[in-house]
């Protein structure tokens, strides 16, 4: 069955899900969303969703949207609890599973989501900034990265930050982060270096290499990413994210603009 890359990724974090975890979902991180309901529906039917948004915990789900988001987490809430009280209490007791965006992420698995640029006060861009990252990934045993576009300006030598502390000397707590899927490919950390574990289809090592800006190590009998089965597809297109939220990640410019206004206009929502 076709597939898209959108696809591909949000399929690839649903096989990371183990049933029984509760995954913790950021803000505006559709193809994670995706993924986790996906596994929901598919081999993890006893998973539990934590969300920044609205601070509420959910066995339940929704239909991705952007204008109607805060129906899932508001309207099918169990408990509503504040910023505070879930990072006090929830994260460390449930080992909350969660998968971050980084902007600039290194061999190890530092990752910066802070600004591009050595001049903290007058950076090159502002980046949305760190929320509980600095926090979460010194203790955490379930670190997961995704990447829409896979690109040098991403996979760096060197962070201008770091707000994600990856697989570092002396750590106390943690593991630094397990996996990371691209548009490209899928990488894990097994020896604290991000290893190439498989490629998509279509994508030679050449050309991964080329769009990564450090040398990457290899699992032997590199092989390709498993394909998305023809009910995964389904279910992402038909129940999951009709509207197309997930696409969102993958596209820039003036494409993502007419994409979020015809998104808007379906829910009724401009």
């Not at 994508?203 to 290899?218: A, C, D, P, S, W």
Request: hydrophobic share 40%; with cysteine; charged share 20%.
């Amino acid at each position: 069955m076709d597939f898209t890359v959108d696809e591909l990724i949000s399929v690839c974090i649903a096989r990371q899900v183990v049933d029984g975890e509760v995954l913790a979902q950021g803000i505006n991180t559709p193809l994670v969303m995706a993924g986790f309901i996906l596994a929901k529906l598919t081999h993890a039917p006893n998973v539990s969703f934590s969300s920044a948004i609205g601070q509420g915990l959910c066995q339940d789900w929704a239909q991705l949207g952007v204008g109607r988001v805060e129906d899932l987490w508001l309207g099918k809430a169990q408990i509503h609890f504040g910023f505070i009280a879930g990072v006090i209490d929830l994260l460390p007791c449930y080992e909350l599973k969660e998968f971050f965006r980084p902007a600039q992420v290194d061999a190890v698995g530092n990752f910066n989501n802070v600004a591009f640029g050595s001049d903290y006060f007058r950076p090159r861009m502002r980046l949305p900034g760190t929320g509980g990252i600095p926090d979460v990934t010194t203790f955490s045993d379930k670190i997961y990265l995704y990447v829409p576009r896979h690109s040098r300006v991403t996979f760096v030598q060197e962070l201008d930050y770091v707000s994600g502390l990856g697989h570092v000397p002396h750590r106390k707590r943690g593991s630094g982060v397990k996996y990371l899927v691209s548009d490209l490919g899928q990488f894990d950390w097994v020896n604290g270096r991000m290893r190439l574990t498989s490629l998509h289809p279509g994508v030679t090592l050449e050309q991964m290499q080329k769009k990564t800006g450090f040398e990457l190590e290899i699992i032997p009998n590199l092989g390709e990413t498993p394909l998305p089965s023809a009910e995964e597809i389904r279910l992402l297109r038909e129940e999951i994210d009709p509207l197309g939220v997930r696409k969102l990640e993958t596209l820039g410019g003036g494409a993502r603009k007419d994409l979020l206004r015809e998104i808007l206009a379906r829910e009724n929502a401009l």
